[in-house]
Nanobody
Framework: VQLQASGGGLVQAGGSLRLSCTASGRIFRGYLMGWFRQGPGKEHFFVAA????????YYADSVKGRFTISEDNAKNTVYLQMDRLNPEDTAVYYC?????????????????WGHGTLVTVSS
């Protein structure tokens, strides 16, 4: 599985961005497609995930009510709609796939990672 993330950029506080992650290869029903972010000098931080073809969604507390994850199975793509962005959301955002069913929030449980896309929120 290869993942291609896009959609990052520079936005003012309060603005919105939509990230996309397109997978090449089979993403089976029940797999998790997730988003993590990594700020300068920090570890990967779980943002959101969706269970493929089931639709269950999971969010970090810090983004609940502001971010929405969704999928388009026909396009093998997952989206992260980010609204009411603030400077603390500044990070490189990565999409990842978890296929073992063992974890949702832990980066180490995700076996496939894409290159990141940078999101910068100015104050």
């Amino acid at each position: 599985v290869q993942l291609q993330a896009s959609g990052g950029g520079l936005v003012q506080a309060g603005g919105s961005l939509r990230l996309s992650c397109t997978a090449s290869g089979r993403i089976f029903r029940g797999y998790l497609m997730g988003w993590f972010r990594q700020g300068p000098g920090k570890e990967h931080f779980f943002v959101a995930a969706i269970r493929r073809s089931v639709g269950s969604t999971y969010y970090a507390d810090s983004v609940k009510g502001r971010f929405t994850i969704s999928e388009d199975n026909a396009k093998n793509t997952v989206y992260l709609q980010m609204d009411r962005l603030n400077p603390e959301d500044t990070a490189v955002y990565y999409c990842a796939v978890e296929s073992t069913g063992r974890g949702i929030y832990v980066p180490g449980e995700y076996g496939f990672w894409g290159h990141g896309t940078l999101v910068t929120v100015s104050s």
